[in-house]
């Protein structure tokens, strides 16, 4: 039997993830190799602002926070949301609790675009390996689309097959260019490959927010549409929504929010598979109260897994992804035998 928790009022459930996703950032930008109080951490963020003096803050502890812990906790919060929101978005289409962004081959082709990056050394003004990954996960999802088309719609069944199969190339192509690397960048594709985000700053951050934010209002406006489709596409034409038309506009809108996450922190994985299955226990399936609850959820999440990934081996610093995976295993764990039914093996 599926675990069934007693669902939470929106009054309540809203503002606990607001306040966890602000304590989250708090933590992530205090926590670190140098120890930063709360307290000094604020003023200078503060000061940064303009909202107070900076006569007496410690010059190099100004450093740490606005030039590294303050860029990459609000980066991870944005991808993070994007990932939890693309997430979700992925299951309502599909109308499949396993779904997840990275379903249509989004991340096997990002991580092929970024290791060729990699290995032809194409810096292009340190905007090289985001581009080449953004277009990858663009160019792999465009294949899926056209092979899983069927006199002029989309099948669910075929988007998932060609994204399997297109994934195993792309997945062949980043393996070859593993073998063709070595030194320096068979680290820095193994690494990008893990997922991390060691490369956060103001301006990738500074590119990020409009395109998270931007995107988020859109999913936000489409909640109803969702629901409607949840109905099956019968029951969403009698709703007057029209769901091959509502699902091309969500996949491409999807592809370019993961696509963008995807560009800057590699492949970071069960941000947006958890999410929304642990959001949808608490706040339940409508997606007018799902998507911004799984939304903030996200946020917090990976900038609470960045910080533990920061901190855990100090001075050694993890990949997120390796500290997901293992929240994220035992989670689904417990979802295949809660959802057991009596007797079975």
């Keep these: 039997?599926?675990?069934?928790?007693?669902?939470?009022?929106?009054?309540?459930?809203?503002?606990?993830?607001?306040?966890?996703l602000l304590a989250s950032l708090a933590v992530g930008v205090a926590v670190g190799p140098v120890a930063i109080s709360p307290g000094e951490s604020l003023r200078i963020i503060l000061a940064q602002l303009g909202l107070g003096?900076?006569?007496?803050?410690?010059?190099?502890?100004?450093?740490?926070?606005?030039q590294i812990r303050l860029p990459r906790a609000l980066t991870g919060a944005l991808i993070g949301l994007i990932l939890g929101l693309s997430g979700t978005v992925m299951q309502g289409i599909f109308r499949n609790p396993l779904a997840s962004p990275y379903l249509l081959g989004i991340a096997?082709?990002?991580?092929?675009?970024?290791?060729?990056?990699?290995?032809?050394h194409w810096q292009l003004?340190?905007?090289?390996?985001p581009l080449g990954a953004f277009l990858g996960s663009t160019l792999a999802v465009i294949s899926v689309y056209?092979?899983?088309?069927?006199?002029?719609?989309?099948?669910?069944?075929?988007?998932?097959l060609a994204g399997i199969a297109l994934g195993a190339l792309f997945s062949a192509l980043t393996s070859f260019l593993i073998t063709l690397s070595s030194g320096t960048q068979l680290r820095e594709i193994v690494f990008w490959l893990m997922g991390g985000l060691g490369r956060s700053n103001w301006h990738y951050l500074r590119l990020l927010t409009p395109v998270a934010l931007g995107g988020a209002a859109l999913v936000f406006a489409l909640s109803r549409d969702l629901n409607a489709l949840a109905l099956g596409e019968t029951g969403a034409r009698h709703l007057g929504i029209e769901p091959e038309q509502l699902r091309r506009f969500l996949l491409a809108l999807v592809t370019l929010l993961t696509?963008?996450?995807?560009?800057?922190s590699g492949t970071i994985g069960f941000v947006g598979l958890i999410t929304p299955h642990a959001l949808r226990l608490i706040v339940g399936p409508d997606h007018r109260?799902?998507?911004?609850?799984?939304?903030?959820?996200?946020?917090?999440?990976l900038v609470l897994s960045d910080t533990l990934a920061r901190t855990l081996l100090s001075p050694?610093?993890?990949?997120?992804?390796?500290?997901?995976?293992?929240?994220?295993?035992?989670?689904?764990?417990?979802l295949l035998v809660s959802s057991r039914p009596e007797g079975s093996i």
Excluded at 54 to 65: Q, S, T, Y
Excluded at 125 to 129: E, N, Q, S, V
């Design 146 to 160: 056209r092979l899983g088309m069927r006199a002029g719609r989309t099948s669910p069944y075929g988007l998932i």
């Design 1 to 20: 039997m599926t675990p069934h928790l007693r669902r939470a009022r929106p009054m309540v459930i809203f503002p606990t993830l607001a306040v966890g």
């Design 259 to 264: 696509g963008a996450a995807v560009a800057i």
């Design 108 to 120: 096997s082709g990002a991580s092929a675009g970024a290791a060729l990056v990699i290995v032809l």
């Design 53 to 66: 003096g900076v006569g007496a803050l410690d010059a190099a502890h100004r450093l740490i926070i606005t």
């Design 316 to 334: 050694v610093e993890l990949p997120v992804g390796i500290i997901t995976a293992f929240v994220g295993a035992p989670f689904f764990l417990y």
């Design 289 to 301: 109260l799902l998507l911004p609850a799984t939304a903030l959820a996200g946020a917090a999440f």
């Design 125 to 129: 003004g340190g905007m090289g390996l």
